[in-house]
Every structure is written in structure tokens, then in C-alpha cells.
């Protein structure tokens, strides 16, 4: 989990004298603000694009122009140009528009903005706030009618600006991400496989940034190149990754909390359509423990639904520690966008994804050496994604006994297994009386062989 430095590029304006517009500053609030990044082949994406699930189609005529506009920044794009599909007309009070009456300017852009750096993470290099990306309305009409003005715009003027740790290497960053991406092994035939593939080799390649130190590791490429990611960079990567496999994937934003606590924090993860046409989810972040004492990567939050229990992160479902926001910026001209709906259960492989979630429960038994037999629920150690306490640690988790400390103290603690579905499995009850069925038989045989001998002898 993170505090984003960029979950969504909120827009702010500063307007002086008549008909003179001034630029207008793309502002970055401090805990959200949007990027995304790293770069793909815009072929590779492309194809992914029309048939997977994308922000861009809830946008409208205006809003789409800018960001097909915007979709072909490059790190060395300075102003753009963009012609709206409508020219914007509204009224106001005199020949020079207060931020109140340029609103619609507002809307458009944001909502383009938010929509582009949510389908397209590879353009990841933006700067917004003080010193950041601008835009200001050009070719301006302002005509008197009666006691106010009518005021047309049909076209606006988009600066980018480079966060200052990649001016210095803009010739190269969308290269040298594409070579990681490019060179990103995946294995499996199945879909299921490889997105596992993927899960597992982003936490085993990435290091989170818990000193959120890094500018970078917002984006994929901190994650990919750089090694070092908040949650934002390992989402980033995974959707670049699926793209490339042309598995169709979504960012999802909103906060994250702790089980424990009930703290939140601003998060993003991961959507992913299955071959059976439903949405499931992933938080890499979440799943990440390498670099814990336990170096585990776990699978609590893989490829689940939103009533899936929490695992190892404790007693809340999914959709209770992961609260879905369609809002991408907290500007009050953002867009409230859809998502897919998503699947209520977890994904099953090989089968029809109905069974029930069942297999472990998230509560544990936790006996400490001197002390008597205490409950609890159990909850990720990693301080940056979710934990259950400073001094709670986790030392494996799997079926079966597993440790953990807390404090000087160690603890043995062993699963609680729940079979709530073989109750309904005929197959299962019948299996577990064969032993029984069996045992029953050679008695009743033994018994006719002594009957059948005693009548011999008589």
C-alpha cells in the first residue's frame, strides 16, 4: 500500500485579463494524484486495446479527442496542440471567464487525462503540480450578447514537462522499459499460468519502497527497471505485462485497510478477464512478502473475487480491505468512472469458478510458549502493504503449522481447515465411507464361511 504521489492529475486555473487566458497548472494534490507507466508497443496495445475493457469509451466526443491527442506524448513532446471535435461554447458574466465559468475546460481535460494515464500506463514520465504540466484554451472567441458574453474554445494547448529524475535520460526511458518488458519471462500454456507467472516474477523482481524515496517508483518503470515500486509501479507493471500477453487487464484505484486497525490508505491493484468472460482480482503489492523473515509470496489476493476471505491478511473479504473508487482524482470535476463488475467468488482453474470459498480460514490458533492458547486473526507483517501490529511477524503461512512472533515471544500456530462445501458433495461423503464399506464386508463373509462350515460338520 502507498500514499500516491500521482493517483490522478487534478487541474487547477488561473485566469487574468480579457480574452488574455493564462496557462493553466495540471496540480498534483498530495495523497492522490494519477500516472501510471511504462512503455509498450503501441501494435502489441493496441490490439489488447479494442478488445479489452478501457476507460476511454466513457468519455465523450471532446473528452476523446484530447486523449487520442495525448496518447502520442512522447518524453520529448513539448506543446501539443489539440482541436476539439466540438468547439466549447458557454456564457459568462464579461469578456474574461472566472475558474467557476471555465469549468467545462476543466472536465474535459481531467476527465481525458485520468481516462489515458489508466489505459495507457506507459506514459509515465509526466510531472504534475507546481513546475508541471500545463494546458491553456486557445483560439478564443468572447461575442457580447446582452448583459454577459458568449464564449467559444475550439482548441487547447497541452504542455508536458518531465519529472526532473528522467530529464536527464529522456532519449532512453521508453526504450529501456520496452527492453524489460520485452524480455519479461513468462511461462505457462494456460491463461491462469502465465498470469501467475507474472504475479510471482514481479515479487520476486521488486522491492518496495517503504521510505517512499523515489519519484519513480510510481510507475513501472521503477518497477521493472529500477527494481523499486509502491503500489502504484507493481500495478502498473503487471497491466503492461498482461498487455503484452494480450490477456486483457484493468487499474483499479481506491483505498486500501487494514484488518487490524481499519486504517486506510490510498491503493491500487489489479482486474483481470478470464477465459470464462468474468473479472477477477489481484493486488501483487499485497501478495509480496519476499522480503519479509517468512520470504513469501503468497496468493491471498490472487485472482480472487470480492467476497473472497482475506487469507493471510485476516478476516475481511476482499472488498471490505480493498474499497473500490471509480473517482481518479478528488478534483470536483473528475469523473466518476464504471468498472467491469467483478466476480463475487475466486477464480478456479480448470474448472467453473462456482465453488465456494472455503478452503482455509483466515483465523489461527496462536499458543505462545508461556502463555494459554490465545485468538486471533492473522494479518500480513509488511508494515507498507497491511499488518496487524509493529510486532506481529510472520514466519511461513501455509496449510498445516506455521510460526510467528510477536514481540520476544513465539508463537506456533496451526490453520483451522473449514470444509463447509462437503457437506453438499456426494462424491466425497460416499469416498469417505469406503473404508467402512469394506471392513463391513470381509466381516459378513467370514461370518457365511464359519456358518457354511459349521453345517458341513453337521
Not at 150 to 155: A, V
Not at 270 to 297: C, F, H, P, R
Not at 315 to 326: N, Y
Not at 348 to 373: I, R
Request: glycine content about 8%.
Amino acid at each position: 500500500m502507498k500514499i500516491f504521489r500521482r493517483i490522478a492529475a487534478a487541474f487547477s486555473m488561473i485566469l487574468i485579463s480579457a480574452l488574455a487566458f493564462s496557462t493553466m497548472a495540471v496540480s498534483a494534490e498530495p495523497e492522490k494524484l494519477t500516472e501510471t507507466g511504462i512503455a509498450l508497443k503501441s501494435v502489441s496495445y493496441a490490439s489488447n486495446f479494442t478488445t479489452g475493457y478501457n476507460f476511454y469509451h466513457q468519455l465523450d466526443a471532446n473528452q476523446k479527442a484530447i486523449y487520442d491527442k495525448l496518447k502520442n506524448l512522447k518524453p520529448t513532446s513539448g506543446d501539443i496542440e489539440i482541436n476539439l471535435a466540438t468547439p466549447i461554447t458557454f456564457y459568462a458574466a464579461t469578456g474574461n471567464p472566472t475558474e467557476e465559468e471555465m469549468r467545462t475546460i476543466n472536465y474535459l481535460v481531467q476527465g481525458a487525462l485520468d481516462a489515458l494515464l489508466k489505459d495507457y500506463p506507459e506514459i509515465f514520465w509526466m510531472e504534475f503540480g507546481k513546475g508541471g504540466c500545463t494546458y491553456k484554451p486557445k483560439n478564443i472567441k468572447a461575442i457580447p450578447e446582452g448583459s454577459r458574453y458568449r464564449i467559444t474554445i475550439k482548441e487547447i494547448s497541452f504542455n508536458s514537462v518531465l519529472l526532473d529524475s528522467y530529464i536527464s535520460s529522456k532519449n532512453t526511458i521508453v526504450s529501456e522499459l520496452q527492453t524489460k518488458i520485452e524480455n519479461f519471462k513468462v511461462v505457462g500454456s494456460s491463461r491462469y499460468d502465465r498470469l501467475r507467472s507474472i504475479h510471482d516474477g514481479l515479487a520476486d523482481k521488486i522491492r518496495y519502497d517503504t521510505e517512499f524515496a523515489s519519484d519513480r517508483a510510481n510507475d513501472a518503470y521503477g518497477a521493472l527497471v529500477d527494481g523499486l515500486a509502491v503500489c502504484e509501479g507493481y500495478s502498473e507493471a503487471f497491466k503492461l505485462l498482461c498487455d503484452r500477453e494480450g490477456i486483457p487487464c484493468i487499474l483499479v484505484v481506491g483505498q486500501g485497510v487494514d484488518g487490524k486497525t481499519g486504517k486506510t490508505e490510498s491503493h491500487m491493484w489489479n482486474a483481470v478477464q478470464m477465459e470464462d468472460g468474468k473479472w477477477y482480482l489481484v493486488d501483487v503489492t499485497w501478495d509480496d512478502q519476499t522480503e519479509k523473515e517468512s520470504k513469501k509470496i503468497v496468493y491471498s489476493c490472487f485472482l480472487v473475487g470480492t467476497n473472497s476471505p482475506g487469507g493471510v491478511f485476516g478476516s475481511l473479504t476482499f472488498s471490505q480491505s480493498h474499497l473500490v473508487s471509480g473517482r481518479f482524482t478528488t478534483a470536483d470535476h473528475s469523473i466518476d468512472f464504471k468498472y467491469p463488475q467483478f466476480s463475487p467468488i475466486a477464480y478456479v482453474p480448470g474448472g467453473s469458478s462456482t465453488k465456494s470459498e472455503n478452503s482455509t480460514k483466515a483465523t489461527t490458533s496462536l499458543k505462545p510458549k508461556t502463555s494459554t492458547t490465545t485468538k486471533t486473526t492473522h494479518s500480513s507483517t509488511k508494515a507498507s502493504v497491511i499488518s496487524s501490529g509493529t510486532s506481529h511477524k510472520t514466519e511461513s503461512f501455509t496449510t498445516g503449522t506455521s510460526i510467528a512472533t510477536e514481540a520476544s515471544e513465539t508463537y506456533i500456530a496451526k490453520q483451522e481447515n473449514v470444509e463447509e462445501s462437503r457437506g453438499n458433495n456426494p462424491f466425497l461423503s460416499i469416498t469417505g465411507l469406503i473404508p467402512f464399506i469394506v471392513a463391513g464386508g470381509a466381516i459378513i463373509a467370514i461370518i457365511m464361511i464359519a456358518v457354511f462350515m459349521a453345517r458341513r460338520k453337521e
